[in-house]
């Protein structure tokens, strides 16, 4: 029996365990979207402009560890995902993008709407085909899922001539993948995890230090039954937030530009840095002549490309973190290393970096507490980026993995509003909170359409402070308070959630922080919290630009009281 394109495309979709689209119709997709009424089993979310249906399809991906699914038609519909795209490229996230393409016979034409989005996106994608063999079809999809998800996960875009959409030929899904010259390395070399066995057992200030390939590989156990084993105190990347519990003893925080100020004082003076599934990027390290000066580094990554790119490296070890570190459990003894973690601990006192100074006024660092004491923790967290997404990745205490997702290597502002509905689609029994900057969150703030007409129950806070933070604090410590263009005008944004039907408040008083916050909790659906503070509150510790780890600001002392989490409730 013979089916259209469209049809082989939903059919495939569902052997592929695929549950949720986001996208936007248009004329070049619209086959498809019409085939899509035949398949009620493939829910989909129409989405506000393009970005944000790739941003859902990557918090989607990220709350599941499935491939996440968007769909746009040609020209401007295909470009406006390409920020997605790009951001889910950077930070490893399983993602297949579908657009639509004109007829076969006007391709290279300029006809209306026509754009080589293959060539924009071969940067940016693991791989991308344009389908011109309806007879190809299947298996394209086969291999883009294939690729999407195996290995180092990452965006693949199909593109569909619109003829090719209405077009029949028997459908035969295959089996299997063979890609030739694609063959991921599962398991790390056994010479490799000798060494790095035996670096470890010799070390005496030894530092674990994972990454988001931890959460993507699912090694979170593997790693913490290491740490236990050889009592190696942690340091994450941001984007390894949760990789390993934030509660735990072992655990002191999360290096690089704004990270604890006693992690980077760690990392600087480790003798053994044990990476897993991290990049080692320049947020990281800052200046890489200087980074971890009298450490050797084991470096865990399934991505080769990766290894030694950036640092030097004496033991690499290329596989999937899950299972390397399954096999390096094994070669492991219990080690005991109580004078570094004593000196850890030392330094955690000496630089109280998550110390929350006594104000009147509302601060954002009390805001992101005060959500994780009314949530307990069992929340996930989705941000933008900015201020507000270092101080959603400083206050809040990641114990579960995967509940804190945020943009990493694009930096991408306006994430964390399609993100977080995506990542709610896809854990629908959990609290999912969106953190945004009120810069951030305006970039894709038609996004509340799609919260409000599918009533997707997210809680937003809002940290307004009237500018582009990040950057107003750039322009202040080092441009002289030249301040230019980072001052906003913002909407009442209380009035444009209402407008939604979005309930929502403003909060300018400390005092009302918590119970506003414990309102948005019990309210069923969405709610939007619009938090007033000041636009000189900036965000420390930070490494200024060129320096080393080690070289950073840290918050006014006369500000900060002596303070640890570990004494909090």
Not at 258 to 282: K, S
Not at 431 to 446: E, H, K, P
Not at 472 to 496: E, I, N
């Amino acid at each position: 029996m013979k089916i259209t394109g469209g049809q082989i495309v939903c059919e495939s979709l569902l052997k592929e365990g695929t549950e949720v689209i986001f996208g936007i119709l248009g004329g070049q997709i619209l086959p498809l979207y019409d085939t899509l009424t035949q398949y009620p089993q493939l829910k989909h979310i129409l989405m506000g402009h393009e970005q944000g249906a790739a941003h859902a399809a990557e918090g989607y991906a990220r709350a599941t560890g499935k491939v996440g699914v968007c769909l746009a038609t040609s020209g401007p519909g295909a470009t406006n995902l390409v920020t997605g795209i790009a951001d889910a490229y950077m930070d490893s996230t399983p993602m297949v993008a579908i657009t639509g393409q004109v007829g076969r016979p006007f391709i290279g034409k300029d006809a209306f709407q026509e754009i080589d989005i293959t060539g924009v996106t071969l940067p940016i994608t693991k791989h991308n085909y344009i389908v011109t063999d309806i007879n190809l079809l299947a298996q394209t999809i086969k291999e883009a899922f294939y690729l999407a998800r195996t290995g180092r996960p990452g965006p693949v875009l199909i593109d569909l001539p619109r003829d090719l959409q209405v077009e029949s030929t028997e459908f035969n899904y295959p089996s299997k993948v063979e890609l030739t010259g694609y063959k991921p390395n599962i398991n790390g070399h056994p010479a490799q995890l000798k060494k790095a066995a035996k670096l470890i057992t010799e070390a005496k200030k030894p530092i674990l230090l994972p990454g988001q390939g931890v959460l993507i590989s699912g090694a979170c156990r593997e790693l913490k039954e290491l740490a236990e084993t050889a009592q190696l105190p942690v340091v994450s990347t941001m984007l390894g937030i949760s990789a390993f519990p934030a509660t735990h003893a072992l655990y002191f925080g999360w290096l690089g530009m704004h990270g604890m100020a006693y992690a980077n004082l760690a990392v600087q003076d480790a003798d053994l840095i044990v990476a897993v599934g991290m990049r080692f990027d320049d947020r990281a390290t800052s200046r890489v002549n200087a980074f971890a000066p009298k450490a050797h580094v084991i470096h865990i990554d399934i991505d080769p490309a990766e290894i030694g790119k950036n640092v030097r490296v004496d033991v690499p070890i290329v596989g999937d973190a899950r299972a390397v570190l399954a096999a390096l459990n094994k070669l492991m003894i219990p080690l005991e290393h109580g004078e570094w973690l004593a000196q850890l601990s030392e330094w955690q006192r000496e630089h109280p970096s998550l110390a929350i100074r006594e104000a009147g006024e509302v601060l954002p660092q009390y805001v992101i507490r005060q959500i994780w004491e009314a949530t307990g923790g069992e929340a996930t967290v989705v941000t933008g980026v900015g201020q507000h997404q270092m101080f959603a990745a400083q206050h809040f205490f990641y114990d579960k993995p995967g509940s804190f997702i945020s943009s990493g290597g694009l930096g991408t502002m306006g994430f964390e509003l399609p993100a977080a509905l995506g990542a709610k689609v896809g854990r629908p029994d959990e609290l999912v909170w969106c953190v945004a900057g009120d810069g951030s969150f305006q970039m894709t703030i038609q996004e509340l359409s799609t919260v409000a007409r599918d009533s997707i129950g997210i809680k937003v806070a809002i940290m307004n402070n009237g500018v582009l933070g990040m950057v107003h604090q750039w322009q202040s410590l080092f441009y002289g308070q030249r301040y230019m263009a980072t001052t906003l005008s913002c909407p009442d944004f209380v009035k444009l959630a209402e407008a939604y039907g979005i309930p929502a408040a403003n909060i300018t008083c400390k005092g009302d922080v918590r119970p506003a916050i414990e309102r948005a909790i019990a309210t069923p659906g969405p709610f939007i919290l619009n938090f007033v503070i000041s636009p000189d509150e900036n965000v420390y510790p930070m490494v200024p630009p060129g320096a080393a780890l080690h070289e950073v600001i840290e918050a006014p002392k006369k500000e900060v009281p002596a303070w640890s989490r570990r004494n909090t409730p």
